[in-house]
């Protein structure tokens, strides 16, 4: 009797969690999703994995929308949120990134510096494009850090006209908050951790690939074998370590693994380099083989210039691996813990610099064993607390108490159009435009239950 008693309640739980979930408003998820090959897909796939765990979607309603359609241009509005992942590739964003401008929501900026992207829009003839690069020229004085200057791409706030129609954004460190707020942005700014996106069992499936990568590459045991993963291309500094590398002692060994980026001839650089066969070349390697490299490597070099102020999916999952990684000391990278990486001078990567640091992981194993400890226990943690999970939640939760306040649409359209009018910080401070936010702070919002005819608010 007291088992069916349980199982009764269990299942009426059940149904009143349906009931309240189908009285929730509906979710729009605009993102690249598997099999689509960009990291942007297997990024969103463990985010929505993980708000699964948490229980998200048992009171909330979420429509994961790929591939995107000419139907949900007309679905878009029709959202009490959508969630828009933008990233600097006008093939997998160029739609999101127009539902975003349709129906603000919150932003995932997958990359501050959307160089390429609004180039590439302005390039097919999309207005969108050229209001985008009109913002970017308005909003860059604005930016006077070292840093970014440093890096071409984000001297130009490309993403300064979404992010301005938006009512919360999420990035993915402390850098990028910075930048935001630097850029004057008003936009709330949720900084959420980038998912921990391999499976436990797919690492361990990766680790056992580690003897038979080292042998491809021609690493003994006693060899230390070096890593470069990621999309091969110039930003990744692989001439500079190819050189490098060159300086080191032959048990030293070098690996580049990733895909295959049209435009930069990495073949050429690899026999340019002369290294014979110290240097593996893998391109355009499955999802499992290019775990495995990880688990094959000894150390990880990750480089990034010029910066765009993305966060390397390819270093998390070297973290996750348990590697110790050499990084570029600018932009997302310097938000990595001091215990987990060694940083060389922000910039073009010089080889002197970056073989001395490779020296110094080849020849203290102990070094390397204790970084990799600290980015496995890093990564550990993240996935334990459900972190990336938790702060999509938040932040979904926040945006939507937000797009609920009719006050706050109000004043959005107002600022909108003053911005849209070109009006400026200092055309405020002398009173243009403020007569109809000087209204509003009288409005009262009609309380029918708490007030009667006569009565203020009435």
Known sequence: MAASTKSLARSAYRRYRRHEALRQPRLGYFSPLPPAPTGVATYSAAVL?????????????????????????????????????????VEFHADIYRFACLAPGLIVLHDLALD?????????????????????????????????HGDGPLREPWCGHVLRRSRGVIVHSEFCRRYLEELGSRTPVFVVPH????????????????????????????????????????????????????????TVRLALVGRRIEGYDVYGAVKAAGLGNRVTLAPDVSDDE????????????????????????????ALQAGRPAIVSATGTYLDVPEEIVLRVTAGPA?????????????????????????????????????????????????????????????????AGALADLGVDEEMLSRGYGLSYAKAMESFVPRRVSSTRPGEPGA
């Open 195 to 250: 998912p921990v996106v391999e499976s436990v069992e797919a690492m361990r499936a990766a680790e056992a690939r580690r003897g038979e990568l080292r042998a491809r590459a021609g690493a003994r045991e006693e060899d230390v074998l070096v890593v470069a993963p990621g999309d091969l291309n110039a930003a990744k500094q692989l001439e500079a370590l190819l050189s490098a590398a060159g300086t080191l002692d032959p």
């Open 290 to 317: 290019f775990r495995g490299w990880l688990f094959a490597a000894d150390v990880i070099v990750d480089l990034r210039h010029p910066h765009r102020g993305e966060v390397s999916g390819s270093l998390a999952r």
């Open 116 to 148: 390429d992207f609004v180039l590439g829009m302005k390039a097919a003839g999309d207005p969108l494009g050229f209001a985008a690069d009109r913002e970017a020229r308005r909003l860059r004085s604005r930016l006077a850090s070292a840093d970014v």
């Open 350 to 414: 010089d080889p002197q610099e970056l073989a001395a640091r490779i020296r110094a992981l080849a020849e203290d194993p102990d070094l390397r064993a204790r970084m990799g400890a600290a980015a496995a226990s890093l990564a550990r943690h993240l996935r334990e607390t459900e972190a990336t999970a938790h702060g999509y939640a938040g932040a979904i939760e926040s945006t939507l108490g937000l797009v609920r306040d009719p006050a706050r649409k109000a004043y959005a359209r107002w």
């Open 49 to 89: 994995e993980g708000l699964r765990r948490i229980g998200f979607f048992e009171a909330r309603r979420m429509d994961a929308v790929w591939p995107i359609e000419p139907r949900h241009e007309g679905l878009a509005p029709g959202y009490r949120l959508g969630i828009y992942h933008l990233g600097n590739n």
